[in-house]
């Protein structure tokens, strides 16, 4: 199912030390999840630094190749070094088909809002949608055109266009962007000069 393939090897050894070595040969300690039950693998870090290109999808679903078995996974967690930004650890969660994953999806907003152009400013409100949805179904990321936004218009959850399987779990008139508005100084003067007055008296 996977478009990408990622070599793993299973490791029986775990803890602090044993992964200081697996990330000095140039391997990333790594564990595949299936309903609360962990396998302890590795993965190169070159490899998987190719195949991301240093960005990290959590909606992207990989083929694992762990001692030559295929698996399909995605990206449930992952961690960072704090300096040097490099990979030190990930979280799988096997994919089962016709079981859905729950997972966060990237938003797109596309297209200049009609509110912008009469003066507006547009606010993306969220950056990513937490979603249920079957394996086949995923999407990498989810394209919303706001071009029709018109100022103190929103777009909602509801307005969204994904796969029927694909579930929120946030309510479908959670907001998600919105054209506001631009207040400027020359807005704020009357209430700081009726402060003043008030105080006068």
């Given amino acids: 199912m996977g478009s990408l ?3 793993a090897e ?6 602090k030390n044993i992964n200081r070595r697996l990330r000095a040969s140039g391997m990333i300690p790594a564990v595949v999840y299936s309903h ?4 302890s693998i590795s993965v190169c ?5 190719g195949l991301f290109k240093g960005h990290i999808s959590e909606s992207v679903i990989l083929t694992l190749m762990i ?5 399909d996974a995605y990206i449930k967690d992952y961690q960072k070094h704090p300096v040097t930004d490099q ?46 949805v079957l394996p ?23 307005d969204l266009k994904v ?9 479908a008139s959670h907001s998600l962007a919105h054209v506001v508005t631009l207040r400027t100084s020359d807005d704020e003067e009357p209430e700081e000069e009726s402060e003043v007055i008030a105080d006068a008296e």
């Fill in 67 to 71: 001692d030559g078995k295929e698996q």
């Fill in 5 to 7: 393939v990622l070599k």
């Fill in 45 to 49: 870090q070159k490899e998987f630094t």
């Fill in 163 to 171: 796969p029927d399987s694909m579930s929120f779990k946030q309510d």
């Fill in 10 to 15: 299973k490791r029986s050894e775990t803890g």
């Fill in 136 to 158: 086949r179904d995923l999407l990498e990321k989810i394209v919303v055109d706001v071009t029709k936004l018109e100022i103190g218009e929103s777009v909602h959850i509801s």
């Fill in 87 to 132: 990979m030190i650890h990930l979280d799988f969660f096997k994919v089962t088909d016709g079981e859905k994953i729950h997972t966060f999806v990237a938003l797109e907003f596309v297209g200049s809002p009609a509110g912008v152009k009469k003066g507006g400013v547009f606010e993306p409100i969220e950056r990513e949608i937490e979603v249920e």
């Fill in 36 to 39: 609360g039950v962990g396998e």
